[in-house]
C-alpha cells in the first residue's frame, strides 16, 4: 500500500477555503451572543448548534474509546458516504468499487455526484473474493466500500479478506459497520491506526435504537476527518439532534436490546426452517434475517394484508425469491410467525 491522501484529493478540494460560522470563531461561555443574527428570543432553540459537537464527541470518544481527533459525526452515515465520494472522486473520471448485492445507497451518492461504480459480485453465499475486488481496481479507483456485516445478506465478511483489500488498495477503503452490534465478529475500530486509508463508518440507527435522529459516525485518521469536517454544512446536526444524542448516551437498555435481538434472530432462524415454503434461512450476523421462499409475491402481499411489513429483495443480485425480515420485538415476531403459518395453511 502506497497511501497519500494529497495525491487522492481533488484539486478544488485541497484548495478549499472552507466557511467559518459565527460558532467556528468563537468557543467558550459568554452572557450575550451578538454574533450570529441569531432571534434573541425562543431560547434556547434561537442559537446554532455546535458546529463540531464538542460535547457529543467527548461522550462518543468514552463509549468508543477513540479519540475525538478521529471521529465525525453526521446526519446519517449516508452524509459521510456522500462526502468521501465528493471530497476525493473527480466527477466523470473516478470510480469507486463496490460488492454486489450490497447497500444501494453507495451507488446513489455515487450517481449524484457522477461518479462510475464497478460492482464486483460476492459469491453466490454472499462471500467476498478479495482478489476478484482488486482486479476491478483501475487507475481511477478512489473508494471500495465493504458493508460488514453486509446488507441484504446479513453476513459479515471474511475479516481477512477485508485487511487483504486494505493493504494492497492505494484509494480509501470504507468498511460499513452499521450492524456490527450485533455481529461476533470485531469491530475494525481497534485497528484503525494500523491502516490510514481505512475508514469505518458505524450508526445509532440499528443497536441504540436512534434510527429517527439521523446520527451516523466516522471513524478514520485525523488528515481524513479534517476533510470530512472542512466540507461538510457548517450546522449538519441539528441542536435537537445533539441533545436527544446526549440524553440517551451512554445507555445500559442498549445491551439488553441486543441480548434480546439475538434471542429473537435465533428464534426466527429456526421457526422459519419448519416452514414449508421456505428454502433457505441465510446465516445473519446483523439485526434482520434473509429468506429464500417460495411464491415470494404472494407471501409478501399476504403480509402486508395481515399488516406486516417486510422487505421484497427478491429483485436484487443473488436474492432471488428472498425477503428480508428485520428482527422486531417478541410480540412482534410472534405476529409474523403466525401469520406465515396461515399463509402455510391456506395452501
Known amino acids: ?97 463496490a460488492i454486489s448485492p450490497t447497500y444501494g445507497m453507495y451507488k446513489v451518492a455515487a450517481d449524484v ?9 460476492l459469491t453466490d453465499d454472499f462471500e467476498l473474493n478479495s482478489a476478484d475486488l482488486l482486479k476491478a481496481v483501475s487507475g481511477n479507483s478512489k473508494l471500495i466500500f465493504l458493508c460488514s456485516p453486509n446488507n441484504p445478506s446479513g453476513n459479515a465478511l471474511d475479516h481477512d479478506s477485508i485487511v487483504q483489500v486494505v493493504n494492497n488498495f492505494n484509494g480509501i477503503v470504507v468498511v460499513d459497520e452499521a450492524y456490527i452490534d450485533f ?5 475494525f475500530l481497534p ?14 440507527s ?54 434480546i435481538i439475538l434471542e429473537e434472530r435465533l428464534k426466527l432462524r429456526e421457526e422459519l426452517s419448519q416452514l414449508p415454503f421456505v428454502l433457505k434461512v441465510y446465516p445473519s450476523d446483523s439485526n434482520f434475517i434473509l429468506v429464500k421462499m417460495e411464491n415470494v409475491k404472494d407471501i409478501y402481499q399476504h403480509l402486508v394484508k395481515e399488516n406486516i411489513i417486510v422487505r421484497d429483495r427478491s429483485s436484487v443480485f443473488l436474492c432471488g425469491g428472498c425477503i428480508r425480515v428485520s428482527v422486531g420485538s417478541p410480540e412482534e415476531n410472534n405476529k409474523l410467525l403466525k401469520a406465515l403459518k396461515k399463509f402455510s395453511n391456506t395452501k
Open 1 to 97: 500500500m502506497n497511501f497519500n491522501i494529497d495525491q487522492l484529493l481533488r484539486d478544488n478540494i485541497r484548495k478549499l477555503k472552507p466557511y467559518s460560522s459565527a460558532r467556528d470563531e468563537f468557543s467558550g461561555n459568554a452572557e450575550v451572543f451578538l454574533d450570529a443574527n441569531e432571534n434573541p428570543y425562543n431560547s434556547p432553540w434561537n442559537r446554532y448548534p455546535d458546529p463540531r459537537q464538542v460535547k457529543l464527541k467527548e461522550i462518543v470518544e468514552e463509549i468508543k474509546n477513540i479519540s475525538s481527533d478521529n471521529i465525525f459525526l453526521g446526519n446519517g452515515s449516508d452524509e459521510p458516504i456522500d462526502l468521501l465520494i465528493r471530497a476525493f472522486c473527480e466527477p466523470g473520471r473516478d470510480n469507486i468499487v
Open 113 to 121: 455526484n457522477d461518479i462510475t461504480v464497478t460492482e464486483v459480485p
Open 183 to 187: 455481529c461476533p465478529e470485531k469491530s
Open 191 to 204: 485497528f484503525l491506526d494500523r491502516y490510514p486509508n481505512l475508514v469505518i463508518l458505524q450508526t445509532f
Open 206 to 259: 440499528k443497536a441504540w435504537g436512534m434510527a429517527g435522529l439521523r446520527l451516523g459516525m466516522a471513524f478514520a485518521s485525523p488528515a481524513i476527518i479534517n476533510v470530512l469536517s472542512r466540507i461538510k454544512y457548517p450546522y449538519n446536526l441539528s441542536v435537537l439532534t445533539q441533545q436527544k444524542a446526549m440524553e440517551l448516551l451512554p445507555s445500559d437498555k442498549k445491551h439488553e436490546w441486543v441480548k
